[in-house]
């Protein structure tokens, strides 16, 4: 539950909200009158949170306009809140990633920094807006151990990554859209995202162990269509090759399944789920799939 104090932050933080609402099951809704809950102030100059729930009643979040009335500023501080660290300071793997200018760093500010062990539900994640920048007011704090991946650490973000996101879904046990789901011989995974809301392009990308081909099953569908039964709303299916265009399936079913050709690497399948291109249309219920890694007899 939250509240926001400032107006002009309002229509940053009330983005940010829907953005992370897409993301999975996590959700922020505005308070009535819940005992725990967030306060968003916009009076002090200091853009932070806590990290997980802390107190009890309000727990503050503050974001400072201007200087911290992004969109993406919002998103890293939510995170903060929901129990997640800095990119920067997962310190079983940033290492491989990045190194510190550590005399760059103040005392003061050391702390966003430090190491701490961290959940590993994917890899380090240079585009994360968790991620600080390398270079701030013309000093570097951090260098990309490979040059050629400074460019994910100065684009322009709006939205959390989609490791953001598995990091996020995985943590909290729940199926946003979109993830990276891992599968031993034999085992599944299920998969519901119902309800849904318009405005979504998200994918899951299902890896099996080796010598194991991906099956996909439909368990439950209702995306809308037109009076052709043309997809508005739709699972793209890539049972071919990663890089073709994939089966697309809409209207009301259950019990289609897909399985992984085995051409290129049978034990990867992407599965897409889009509702943005015809974001005017109503939505449907939703949808049910389940993945398996089954042994490809290989």
């Not at 009890?56 to 969109?71: E, S």
Request: aromatic share 12%; proline share 3%; glycine share 8%.
């Amino acid at each position: 539950m939250y509240k926001t104090t400032k107006a002009k932050i309002e229509s940053v933080f009330g983005e940010a909200v829907s953005k992370f609402n897409d993301a999975g099951c996590v959700k922020w809704v505005p308070r009535n009158s819940e005992t725990h809950y967030i306060t968003v102030f916009g009076n002090e100059q200091i853009c932070a949170s806590y990290v997980g729930c802390l107190y009890a009643g309000q727990q503050p979040l503050w974001l400072y306009a201007p200087g911290c009335d992004y969109v993406d500023t919002a998103l890293h501080e939510m995170l903060h809140a929901s129990g997640a660290m800095h990119e920067q300071s997962r310190i079983a793997d940033r290492n491989q990633l990045i190194s510190f200018n550590w005399d760059a760093v103040s005392a003061s500010s050391a702390f966003n920094y430090v190491g701490i062990q961290t959940t590993k539900a994917r890899n380090y994640d240079l585009g994360s807006v968790l991620q600080y920048a390398l270079t701030f007011g013309g000093q570097t704090y951090m260098t990309s151990n490979d040059p050629d991946l400074t460019y994910l650490t100065t684009q322009a973000l709006d939205d959390l990554s989609f490791y953001d996101v598995a990091e996020l879904n995985a943590y909290f046990h729940c199926a946003g859209c979109g993830e990276i789901i891992t599968l031993d011989v034999g085992s599944t995974q299920q998969v519901n995202l119902s309800p849904y809301s318009t405005g979504i392009h998200c994918s899951w990308l299902v890896k099996g162990a080796d010598k194991t081909k991906i099956r996909m099953t439909i368990e439950s569908m209702n995306l809308p269509t037109n009076d052709q039964n043309d997809c508005f709303h739709f699972l793209e299916i890539k049972d071919y090759l990663a890089g073709s265009p994939g089966k697309l399936v809409c209207g009301n079913s259950g019990g289609g399944v897909f399985t992984k050709k085995l051409l290129g690497p049978s034990n990867m399948m992407i599965i897409r789920f889009d509702s943005e291109t015809y974001s005017t249309v109503a939505p449907g219920t939703g949808f049910t799939f389940t993945v398996e890694a089954a042994p490809s007899g290989l």
